[in-house]
């Protein structure tokens, strides 16, 4: 009971961090489109930022997959100093294959942007190449952070790990508002390098009065070759979210001027989306998981498994049937100033509705694969996400003909909603049961509530008057996003969905 308190407590504790944290995100992504809208120069920052973050996300998808669980299980088995001499030597050898890395892609950094990006003009590559240079620089500081904030999550200190997401929103924001008018774009690459430091630097403070550091590097150290066995599977099929919209990117450089900077804005909703819905629960749930595994407490490992279903469903499904509805609304009060005009905002709202509706698929798979994690079992969560990357390959190619950029962001969600389902359906086999009859109820109460609210939220985008300028734009999206989500919390009482009472029940009896 105490422990099951801890947890809803930092839930609650690392959803607001998050929450606050992607609001300043958010307002770091309408700088952007403010300072440079979806032209040439903003391609290539997205461009370039993608091709930088392709090895931190193999190296994060690396990280918090096996250290996590190798660290709990050391700690548990043996003593805190020989499991803190493991995450030591972890960290140095990533830091010193991070070192490697940045030197490889500084040097190729031309012929891969050509190589991915071969509709760009030469300019434009030009500038994809210097942007890429500049943010590789702090690469080793970038996986170093990774590592410190896995090991801080693995202590259950979840609330330091998340603050690493301020330093880059805080240094692009200052570098378009003091520098970009100078430096154009390149301020922007520069404010990524420093943000990576300061990630580094705010996380070593929390790290003093439990984790001792040693400055060693041992390539023999056993279970660092178990990290990396579990790693290999484990890079894809954490960031296979992030690898398949590289993909969307590199497929979209022929297609129409501005087209990738319209998919950037619109997934950066998505992440914020993920981010305020999904993180919190997988961050805190996963070191829970990992310990339920530890014990061989399968019952245990299945009712966390069971609980957190509904409660992607029953948070999510609401936040996309709005999303979806009031989509030229979203885009417009997020991005709609300077030089985002309403060709873009059509663009993007286009694009923002073929994503969103993969968000449930993209949480639940990111939880399913963390439960395989947990068991330190990373082959199957790899296969899945080969199966994953192989058919958004082709789906992309596909639907690319037809529907142009939304056709790639479409090809993404169907894809990740295939990968849910496998991981599900071999999840059940690994368990023989997962006892799912038991939540099915409640599921179809959800799915019931989530439609009225969408037929609510229709109801009302037809009735009210189109909308510009930010405050009207805002007004109209919180009568109808708010009287929507009422209806929805309205509905799931009266057919009595078990999971939103019992939530409600748990912040009542905690808030007193």
Not at 58 to 71: E, K, Q, R, V, W
Not at 76 to 89: D, G, M, P
Not at 100 to 129: N, S
Not at 467 to 496: E, H, K, W
């Amino acid at each position: 009971m105490a422990r099951t308190q801890r947890a809803f407590k930092a839930t609650i504790l690392v959803t607001g961090v998050i929450v606050l944290s992607k609001v300043v995100g958010f307002v770091r992504d309408m700088m952007l489109a403010n300072y440079f809208g979806t032209g040439m120069a903003n391609d290539a920052y997205v461009s370039a930022y993608s091709l930088f973050y392709l090895p931190v996300l193999l190296f994060n998808s690396c990280i918090s997959a096996t250290l996590i669980p190798l660290y709990v299980q050391e700690r548990e088995t043996h003593s805190l100093k020989r499991s803190n001499h493991f995450a030591s030597n972890t960290l140095n050898l990533f830091a010193l294959a991070a070192l490697v890395i940045a030197a490889a892609f500084y040097a190729l950094a031309r012929p891969l942007v050509g190589l991915i990006y071969v509709g760009f003009e030469p300019e434009k590559a030009d500038l994809t190449v210097r942007l890429v240079r500049v943010m590789l620089l702090s690469l080793v500081f970038n996986v170093t952070s990774i590592s410190l904030a896995s090991l801080l999550n693995a202590a259950e200190k979840y609330i330091a790990a998340q603050l690493t997401g301020f330093p880059l929103s805080l240094c692009v924001m200052l570098a378009c508002v003091a520098f970009s008018g100078r430096y154009g774009i390149e301020a922007v690459g520069w404010g990524v390098f420093a943000a990576n430091i300061l990630q580094f630097l705010i996380l070593v403070p929390f790290l003093r009065g439990w984790f001792r550091y040693t400055p060693v590097i041992d390539f023999r150290d056993r279970r660092f070759h178990r990290l990396l066995a579990l790693a290999g599977p484990a890079m894809l099929s954490m960031g296979i979210s992030e690898l398949n919209h590289m993909i969307d990117h590199a497929l979209a450089s022929g297609l129409n001027p501005g087209d990738i900077s319209a998919m950037s804005y619109a997934y950066r909703l998505i992440t914020f989306l993920l981010g305020v819905l999904m993180v919190p629960l997988t961050t805190v749930m996963f070191s829970k998981l990992s310990r339920l595994a530890a014990a061989n407490d399968k019952k245990g490992m299945l009712d966390v498994l069971r609980r957190c279903l509904l409660v992607i469903a029953l948070v999510a499904l609401p936040i996309v049937a709005i999303a979806v509805v009031m989509s030229v609304d979203v885009i417009k009060f997020a991005y709609m100033r300077g030089r985002f005009d309403m060709r873009s905002v059509e663009v993007t709202a286009g694009i923002l509705v073929c994503y969103v509706v993969g968000v449930p698929a993209f949480g639940l798979r990111d939880f399913l694969s963390r439960v395989f994690h947990a068991l330190q079992d990373t082959k199957t969560p790899f296969r899945v996400s080969c199966l994953v990357v192989a058919l958004n390959i082709v789906l992309n190619l596909i639907l690319r003909v037809f529907l142009g950029a939304n056709g790639l962001a479409l090809a993404t969600s169907i894809a990740g909603t295939t990968g849910m389902v496998t991981l599900l359906v071999l999840l059940k086999k690994r368990f023989r049961r997962l006892g799912l009859g038991r939540i099915l109820p409640d599921l179809l109460k959800i799915v019931a509530a989530a439609l009225i609210c969408a037929g609510v939220c229709l109801a009302l985008n037809r009735a009210l008057p189109p909308a510009m300028g930010t405050g009207r734009v805002f007004i109209r999206l919180a009568v109808c996003a708010g009287t929507s989500l009422i209806t929805y919390v309205a509905a799931c009482f009266i057919l009595r969905v078990k999971t939103i009472r019992t939530f409600a029940a748990d912040v009542l009896r905690r808030g007193r």
